[in-house]
């Protein structure tokens, strides 16, 4: 576990702090201890803090640098492409998407992913219309803004999926446009997940033959593909492209994610640079060539069945979550396969301690794998005692 590894610098490290002067070491020490005891109680984000990736500290010490396309050659030597590749594929297995088919990268997280779904979505049909929900994450509209691309918030219902209703009389208004359809796999607050198979039904009931569907699946795109009833997932329902947060159920110490689309649509943004021998279809230009090699290492280190046991889990921990607050009469709730539970806003100082994230009068916990029984019964009882 991260945090398991004390506050104590090892060795090697406090070497290394010598060539600072006594207040910067006195910074550092300091930041670490803080660290160390917010990591006892986090549990209203959806990190999962239960990784160890000690192995691959040696690579620190090189420039690493992942800059271009991953299935392209590059002249900056010193990457872990391969590694890449094989991370994407591994998702693509995931998502569904046939390995011959697939393109993607891993990138800087999950909003990286949705701008690049986004911006594929857009270039597909650029004068298009995304709808999304209002229960989208925040990045959402920052992205639409950036892409100049005309979008439509649709309404959401009380459990965060979208609202068909309205999507359909919406679309229905506007039938004369391309759909770009920005899909909730796992909503931020409430961990919700819009039913790709119901919007395909109303495209098709209005006739629409020009469409994207773009899937955040920040969180919930590492659950769904190890749960026995899944909610309609994947490419083979009419995904386009998808973003999963790395950072996230798998957990790592550096934020990351994996963006995923189909090679036919990345042709139509790829320029070839010279400077750098890339082929440059990516956003970001220089990326870390370390998430690759923590998302990969994770994949060794579980395989899919141990992923599986992870979110087996942390299912179950949310559901003992959601148990123990009705038993304590707080009505908590959580959506089918999320390990988001829902609760009543609590008081501040619950807010605080416990680093949960409130929106208007609601709360939650998220189960991930670091979070335990015993950690939820002193939440519960410290909700309970306001
Ligand atoms: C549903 C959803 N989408 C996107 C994001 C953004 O992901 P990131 O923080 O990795 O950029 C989040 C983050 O919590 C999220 O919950």
């Not at 300091?30 to 160890?52: I, K, M, W």
């Not at 500290?57 to 090189?62: A, D, E, N, S």
């Not at 963006?259 to 890339?278: C, P």
């Amino acid at each position: 576990m991260s945090n398991g590894q004390g506050t104590e610098y090892p060795p090697a490290a406090s070497e290394a702090m010598s060539a600072l002067g006594g207040e910067a070491q006195e910074t550092l020490k300091g930041l670490l201890q803080f660290f160390e005891t917010a990591s006892q109680r986090q549990v209203g984000y959806p990190t999962n803090l239960d990784f160890d990736y000690s192995a691959l500290l040696p690579f620190l010490q090189y420039a690493a640098n992942n800059v271009g396309d991953p299935f392209h050659a590059s002249n900056y030597a010193s990457n872990s492409h391969e590694i890449e590749r094989e991370v994407i594929h591994t998702f693509a297995d995931m998502m569904r998407l046939p390995r011959d088919e697939a393109w993607g990268y891993v990138t800087s997280g999950g909003t990286e992913g949705n701008m690049y779904g986004l911006y594929m979505g857009r270039e597909t049909f650029p004068d298009g219309v995304v709808y999304f929900s209002q229960d989208a994450h925040y990045s959402v509209v920052k992205i639409l803004r950036l892409l100049k691309v005309r979008n439509i918030m649709i309404k959401s219902q009380p459990n965060g999926e979208i609202d068909y209703d309205d999507l359909h009389e919406t679309i229905r208004i506007n039938r004369d446009v391309p759909v770009i359809f920005m899909a909730n796999i796992g909503t931020t607050m409430k961990g919700a997940i819009d039913d790709v198979t119901r919007v395909r039904a109303i495209l098709d009931d209005l006739a629409v033959t020009s469409s994207y569907i773009h899937a955040d699946a920040a969180l919930s795109g590492m659950i769904l593909p190890f749960v026995d009833d899944p909610q309609p997932y994947g490419f083979d329902v009419g995904f386009d492209s998808v973003s999963v947060s790395g950072h996230k159920m798998i957990g790592a110490p550096l934020p990351c994610g994996v963006a995923l689309t189909r090679k036919q649509f990345v042709s139509r943004v790829a320029r070839s640079i010279e400077y750098v021998g890339v082929l440059d279809t990516t956003l970001s230009g220089s990326r870390s060539a370390f998430g690759p090699l923590m998302l990969w290492y994770a994949i060794q280190r579980y395989g899919l069945d141990g992923f599986r046991e992870l979110v087996t889990g942390s299912l179950g921990v949310a559901q003992y979550a959601v148990d123990r607050f009705n038993e304590a009469g707080i009505p908590a709730w959580r959506n089918r396969n999320s390990v988001t539970v829902v609760f009543p806003r609590p008081s501040d100082q619950v807010v605080r301690k416990w680093q949960i994230a409130p929106f208007q009068d609601i709360a939650h916990v998220i189960a991930m794998p670091h979070v335990t029984r015993e950690l939820i019964d002193e939440l519960v009882a410290d909700v309970r005692n306001g």
